[in-house]
């Protein structure tokens, strides 16, 4: 079993501390709910007396159901989406005008976000398709849809992003909308701060989901289950791959594999000597037959036997080091949003 234990106290202080320096926040709860699961999101976020909840995809919304505000999704709608609701709580991101026009047909003035296009490139409203959407939104009751606000959102580091915002919200002043409202994503605070000051007729609303919901990692800790250990020596045969143990040692089956993320791993940027000379060094690992897992036993992190199976992975343990018993609990590391938890204990 792989369990998430959170320290209920610390949690939820973080929770109250980022609500609190942030005014207009709307949480972020999308994909796996950041390890915790959406509902357990949606549910905490009414605690925190915000009106507003984000989530990734329309198949979320349902996910959501125990938040009472308004629920927005933040992948564009698009006229092929099937799984779409056009509820008076939901908020729709648009970014095309063709969108902008088909939307206005789904329903009674369905609620969006104009999303621009920032330098992240990945989709959103030039600065010449947000002026055509003031035009036909100029209409006011007759243009079909309720504008929210409009949406940045901004690549992470690479970084000040205030001049880019500044160029953005421009545009928007130029396109002469009917909002004065922007949702921004992935500003860092003091930039957010300066902006405020910039553009104090404008209403900065901040999208946040990792500094919120892990902001506060010293709460949060995971622990496997050690489910067999089996004393093997040097040459003995074992598991799927029929591979031979390197020395004398035990093989340590512990909850966890690749159906909880386990052994996945996400691409990455490399962009510093460091990270590129760990890449290597792990890639001579590779080939060598070696894997370093993430669990950790007698104060080591433990390499893989063979790779992770579905629910469960094998470790090879040296002779002389502490061997665990069948229940005991050994650490984990894992990446919060790509894991995938048996039971989630808040302590």
């Given at each position: 079993m792989i369990t998430l234990y959170v320290d209920r106290t610390r949690w939820e202080?973080?929770?109250?501390?980022v609500t609190a320096i942030h005014p207009g926040i709307v949480p972020v709860a999308k994909g796996n709910g950041y390890g915790f699961g959406i509902e357990t999101l949606a549910a905490k976020a009414n605690d925190l007396g915000v009106d507003t909840l984000a989530v990734g995809t329309y198949d979320?919304?349902?996910?959501?159901?125990?938040?009472?505000?308004?629920?927005?999704?933040?992948?564009?709608?698009?006229?092929?989406?099937?799984?779409?609701t056009y509820d008076e709580r939901v908020v729709h991101t648009v970014g095309r005008i063709a969108d902008l026009r088909d939307l206005a047909l789904k329903a009674e003035r369905p609620r969006v976000v104009l999303e621009l296009m920032t330098s992240m490139?990945?989709?959103g409203f030039s600065a010449r398709g947000l002026r055509e959407a003031g035009e036909i939104l100029g209409g006011g009751e007759d243009s079909g849809?309720?504008?929210d606000g409009i949406a940045l959102h901004m690549p992470m580091g690479h970084g000040s992003h205030v001049a880019e915002?500044?160029?953005?919200?421009?545009?928007?002043?130029?396109?002469?909308?009917?909002?004065r409202r922007i949702y921004v994503s992935h500003l860092p605070d003091n930039e957010l701060a300066t902006l405020r000051a910039s553009?104090?007729?404008f209403e900065l609303r901040p999208r946040i989901g990792t500094a919120l919901w892990l902001g506060d990692r010293g709460a949060l800790s995971v622990k496997a289950t050690v489910l067999d250990v089996h004393q093997v020596e040097r040459g003995e045969v074992f598991g799927y791959r029929g591979r031979s143990a390197p020395r004398h040692g035990y093989i340590v089956v512990v909850s966890g594999g690749t159906a909880h993320g386990i052994g996945l791993e996400a691409?990455?940027?490399?962009?510093s000597l460091k990270d590129r000379a760990a890449a290597i060094a792990r890639g001579g690992m590779d080939a060598a037959g070696f894997v370093r897992s993430p669990f950790t036993i007698d104060g080591k992190q433990r390499l893989f036997a063979e790779p992770p199976h579905m629910q469960a992975s094998m470790l090879f343990l040296p002779a002389g080091a502490h061997v665990p018993a069948v229940g005991d609990e050994i650490d984990v590391r894992v990446r919060y949003t790509a894991t995938s938890f048996d039971?989630?204990?808040f302590v």
């Open positions: 202080s973080n929770l109250q501390h979320e919304i349902d996910q959501a159901h125990a938040f009472e505000g308004s629920v927005m999704v933040l992948t564009p709608w698009r006229p092929f989406e099937t799984r779409a490139l990945r989709h849809v309720s504008v915002v500044d160029r953005l919200v421009n545009d928007v002043v130029a396109a002469e909308l009917p909002t553009w104090s007729d691409p990455n940027a490399n962009t039971r989630t204990v």
